[in-house]
């Protein structure tokens, strides 16, 4: 852990599809640290369990905007909102219906949490860490939906940055690169796939959920009070090759 110990002890943090992935690792290290968490989101069916007892999991649809009114209702209070729901559907997303799917999932799907908690965050002086992407900033030939999700993110972060701040909430966002998760697998194992990717990365390795999960933690304690409106690549250095 690169943080002292405690460094989150009394925040309570809201974390989207902290079921698997990288939303996982979030919810672990932002416990770990001392945050009380939900995990909310759709059932991973992997097993993954929780090391913490901090975290608590709740099913939620963020294309549901009667679930998530009655999961915010629910809560004390929030200090810390990571939205990491998404879905990616290479090849699919020339159609136009998983296009639809997939930025209502992604990027509505964010605004809908992030407009949902404002009045809570707002009580506590808190912060919003979307999820963006690599592909925020340059496209994807075969997902032009979560290309054009993530390039949302990154403008939605900008703006609610701009539009929350007199509410004392900041808003920021990060921007994975190629993470080693269950979703990337099968590139991890396809030597010939693999091979460019980490040709193209200084860093020469893929990263891990947890180094995205480091960056969050930056961007939701007191070290980055005077930053909002950013978008932080966390890629190994993917992005400027």
């Known amino acids: 852990m690169s943080f002292r110990p405690g460094l989150l002890?009394?925040?309570?943090a809201i974390v989207t599809?902290?079921?698997?992935?990288?939303g996982h690792?979030?919810?672990?290290?932002l416990a770990g640290l001392g945050a009380r968490v939900h995990a909310a989101g759709l059932?991973?069916?992997?097993g993954a369990a929780y090391q913490s007892e901090r975290i608590s999991e709740v099913i939620l649809d963020v294309t549901r905007e009667d679930d998530i009114r009655q999961f915010v209702e629910s809560l004390p209070g929030a200090d810390i909102l990571v939205n990491c729901a998404g879905i990616i559907?290479?090849?699919?997303?020339?159609?136009?219906?998983?296009?639809?799917?997939?930025?209502?999932?992604?990027?509505?799907?964010?605004?809908?949490?992030?407009?949902?908690l404002r009045?809570?965050?707002?009580?506590?002086?808190g912060c919003i860490v979307n999820t963006a992407s690599m592909l925020s900033f340059f496209g994807g030939g075969l997902v032009p939906a979560y290309s054009a999700s993530k390039g949302g993110i990154a403008q939605l972060t900008k703006s609610l940055a701009i539009a929350y701040a007199a509410d004392g909430i900041r808003v920021n966002a990060i921007a994975p690169g190629w993470i080693a998760t269950p979703l990337t697998e099968a590139l991890q194992n396809d030597e010939a796939r693999a091979?460019?990717?980490?040709?193209?990365?200084p860093l020469k390795r893929w990263g891990r959920p947890e180094d995205v999960a480091q960056a969050v933690v930056f961007l939701c304690c007191e070290a980055s009070a005077f930053m909002t409106g950013v978008v932080m690549p966390v890629d190994g250095g993917y992005m400027v090759t």
Not at 105 to 115: A, K, V
Not at 119 to 125: E, F
């Open 119 to 125: 009045p809570l965050l707002a009580k506590s002086g």
């Open 195 to 201: 091979k460019p990717i980490l040709d193209r990365t």
């Open 25 to 29: 690792a979030i919810a672990e290290v």
């Open 43 to 46: 059932p991973s069916g992997d």
């Open 89 to 116: 559907c290479r090849g699919e997303e020339f159609k136009l219906s998983v296009f639809e799917r997939v930025v209502n999932i992604n990027l509505t799907g964010t605004m809908r949490l992030c407009e949902a």
């Open 9 to 12: 002890n009394n925040k309570t």
């Open 17 to 22: 599809g902290g079921t698997q992935g990288i």
